[in-house]
């Protein structure tokens, strides 16, 4: 080449290139793959089309599901009013930060003391990718999202029996479980023992797939070497000039490995919730509620106690007490969408028919415990290279969980320090507030010994003890979702039932977001027809 | 509990509760983990005690290697003056954008046409997070980082041969490697076929690990399910409200997974220099290039091209070129540091012994093409729920890697579009600029096929044909490694060498650092000796 080309290259210059380069054919691949099935069924922002005439929807609850239907009801023409128990939007949807303060069930109040731009989501605090409808809302919304790290190869794997309590890192339990897996394979192909199962066609790719998966040596063997190390980390790693030659380090012994009972963690990266690449609000994830705020806020009466629901013929009436003046109100409206979770809506007054009734009673709610603990320095990071993600453990506490921004910065930091469930939770929320967050740190000290020289001051929510709940979300098993699920959707007269114990996606909003378009939808027609 | 409690809590109210909650052998956990091997020697800034008495150093080549020695050097007490043959600093720690200008060995130049914040990393382009020295440098300079994302779920692995040119979701291919894996070692174990391997004490723990981890049913077996589904995903995903309900997925079969041979990816995100988390500048990687030339730029000469070193027992004489005005010119110190890439520095006259001599011409560079393509659209997130990682295929571009940083926008986005090694750089290289992108757009599209309709403009650099570096890294093997690399570092004279040639990290700024301070302190020690 001798001349200077003249660029840049513009699409125009290009498409004579392109047929030289590859086939035509190659250039127009069947689109017909492009918007299969990506992870929930929104097909983007949902049309109610044709005229209302001024129905009206009364909405119950203004958490995500109650948000999206008030902004697409009103959207369609509707006449929308919200009722909200807390004096804050958004319902679990909910980042608590430095200043809120936070009375639970049973009166004990807590006051946050975290720092300026330190928070703690007690609810939600991740976005698959593909939960497209809350993406969509986070964009229609303005609300900006940045990556949420799920799996830190660096993070720990810990059990109080395993390894004499030494906390093991996640990438070393990986390589020598993979190792470990791929070792035991390859020797059974090896040595004939699985041709009823693989085709000696297979067996030879099948090897060499183990090979690179499992880091096994020509011998098929995985142990202490480059191979291993270039997964697990080094004893000593390369480095720079002299003295920079690399030490391998050992893997853990097969029996150890298992016995351990650590690869229990291994999968928590696999399944499809939490899969790369997660997100989450830059400021917390009660920036989705104030994103809803800026456009339905006017429509939602805050500190409103709903206690009956009462449908006739002609529409809805709530009576509901307003929490400031302590009076007794009542509203009504042609239709009502009730977003509150069934933990609450079970005890309170609803004329519904019996499948609906049965189905409302009939779902337990999760317990859960979380714990925000801030620190005086962000050890996690300085002292042990851990950027998010999140560290498991045996322990009550269940995980400790990084957080996924402001790494680097020099100043503290809030973590989540416990993630209790099932009967770890209930030993929780037995506790006061103040006692679980010292659990939480004696616990967490276990992994990481900085914690009790740097705690600086926590927030403990129980699920089962936040008033507006009651619980986490809705508990289904397979039996009650047979029997109950359909009931529980079906438009029952004029009331009808959305949040994420109205979805097949419990505890996550985007469960919430598309049960309440289903719902819409399904009222809109009912509308329409009538 | 009935009274409300005074928070928040602070640690003077904690130490007492967390006596009661655990041994306080629990809080005293041993330290002595922590600080353990993290991925590179670094232990934090570098100290050069001692005053080197006006002693001067003359360092060739402002990339990271030099920028760092500049920096150390001068706060140590040294008199530093840095050549550079580029009009910048930073090296191959290099971003294009929209408005620079690039011409190549031949003469080819391309003018980058990218809109404005976006950008192209041509060299380095990802963070490890045991990168410690690197990281270190980045806090010190005030270089912002964010998360790189490697392995991305909902990324395509692509084989021409492979499922008719169809590419795969990662998480597809993932997850039935990894069940076609477990079921297969499962039924080997469940016949008694691995007794000689595995103890009846460890085979039922091996057997719920295979199960958890393969997502196996109660038979060990893997296949179309809500086992599979839950990591494969769904053919319908679950939704809310009625017809919510998911549709199951079904597992490709063994057979044709491993005869696509798509599963040799899987390990892409397992090695060490790959494992989350991974970070990159915010606004492109020579954010780090402008950290050092804020703290050394005026030790900078730029445009200037060395042609000759040569030491005698006083000090190092280097002449160079003046590219600005053609003329001549010579420098002098006590000392060289050179950083120069070895297939440059091998073309240029410098009077060291034979060892050190001949292990400059022992090493060849590697060969590689990065191509950045700039796209009306970000159409790989909003049609196919991409954001951010790599697809990988066996074409000559490679990959294409999605950018981490930028997601949800509205605007254009540059692609990663042809990262070529090999013969496939080759390839690549032989052609202008505009054919080889023309030729990425082209086999793009194979996976992408909105790329011919969407492509805007792009920019190829193939670092075989970029002046200053004539290669990309310096590509060892065993036997150069273990013949030449202790020579190729040990001081010759007034001369010493680094950059990542001379490290155990070729490729990455970490080795350059290291290589770097491993140098200088060798340097200083040398100078406080004499």
């Known amino acids: ?37 990506q992870g929930s069924d929104y097909a983007g922002p949902i049309n109610l089309s044709g005229d209302p005439k001024g129905a009206s929807v009364l909405i119950l609850g203004a958490g995500v599901a109650g948000m999206v239907a008030a902004l697409e009801l009103r959207r369609a023409g509707y006449r929308v009013q919200v009722l909200e128990y807390n004096d804050r939007v958004g319902g679990r949807t909910w980042t608590i930060r430095g200043g809120d303060r936070f009375t639970e069930l049973g009166g004990a109040t807590q006051d946050c003391g975290f720092d300026r731009g330190l928070y703690f989501n007690p609810g939600p605090w991740r976005i698959p990718y593909h939960h497209r409808a809350l993406l ?89 070497g480059e191979d291993a ?21 050992t893997p853990l012994r097969p029996q150890d490995l298992l016995q351990s009972h650590l690869w229990r963690r291994l999968s928590s990266g696999l399944d499809y919730d939490y899969q790369t690449t997660l997100f989450q609000p830059v400021g917390g994830m009660d920036k989705i509620a104030e994103g809803f705020a800026r456009e339905v806020g006017d429509l939602v009466r805050l500190n ?30 042609d239709w009502c969408l009730c977003t509150i979770p069934l933990s609450v809506l079970s005890q309170i007054e609803m004329n519904v028919g019996a499948p609906m009734a049965a189905a409302v009673a009939a779902v337990p709610y999760s ?18 290279a851990i950027y998010g993600g999140i560290s498991y453990t045996d322990l009550p506490i269940t995980m400790i ?22 009967p770890y939770a209930y030993e929780f929320e037995s506790l006061s507030p103040a006692e679980r967050i010292a659990k939480a740190v004696a616990f967490g000290a276990q992994i990481h010994p900085q914690y009790p020289a740097e705690f600086d001051n926590g927030m403990a929510v129980a699920w089962h003890r936040v008033p507006s709940q009651l619980g986490c979300y809705g508990q289904w098993t397979d039996a009650t979702r047979a029997e109950h699920y359909r009931n529980l959707c079906a438009i029952d007269g004029r009331i009808l039932l959305a949040g994420e114990h109205a979805s097949y996606i419990p505890a996550w909003q985007e469960g919430a977001i598309l049960s309440s378009l289903d719902a819409i939808t399904r009222l809109h027609e009912r509308v329409m027809k009538s």
Chains 1, 2 share one sequence.
């Open 136 to 224: 969509d809302y986070c964009k229609r919304l303005g609300v900006t999202l940045e990556p949420f790290t799920q799996v830190n190869a660096n993070a720990y794997l810990h059990g109080k029996d395993a390894f004499g309590g030494q906390p093991q890192r996640y990438r070393t339990i990986q390589a020598d479980f993979n190792g470990m897996v791929s070792e035991l394979l390859a020797k059974a192909v090896n040595t004939d023992r699985l041709n009823a199962l693989v085709s000696k066609e297979d067996t030879e790719v099948l090897l060499e797939a183990l090979q690179d998966w499992g880091a096994l040596d020509d011998s098929y063997a995985y142990k202490a």
């Open 401 to 422: 969980g990084y957080p996924a921004t402001g790494y680097f910065d020099s100043g503290k930091g809030v973590l989540l320090g416990t993630y209790a469930f099932g």
């Open 1 to 37: 080449m001798t001349q200077a080309e003249t660029t840049p290259l513009r699409r125009r210059d290009l498409l004579s290139l392109i047929g030289a380069a590859a086939g035509s054919s190659a250039l127009y691949f069947a689109m017909s793959r492009l918007g299969h099935a």
């Open 367 to 384: 317990p859960s415990v979380k714990i925000g603990l801030q620190f005086k320095r962000r050890f996690w990071e300085t002292d042990e």
């Open 304 to 333: 409103a106690r709903v206690t009956a629901i009462r449908q006739d013929e002609h529409g809805v009436q709530v009576t509901w007490e307003d929490k400031g003046s302590q009076t007794m109100q009542q509203s009504r409206a």
């Open 229 to 249: 190390s270039e997964r697990r980390g080094w004893r000593k790693p390369p480095g720079g000039g002299l003295s920079a030659e690399p030490i391998d380090s």
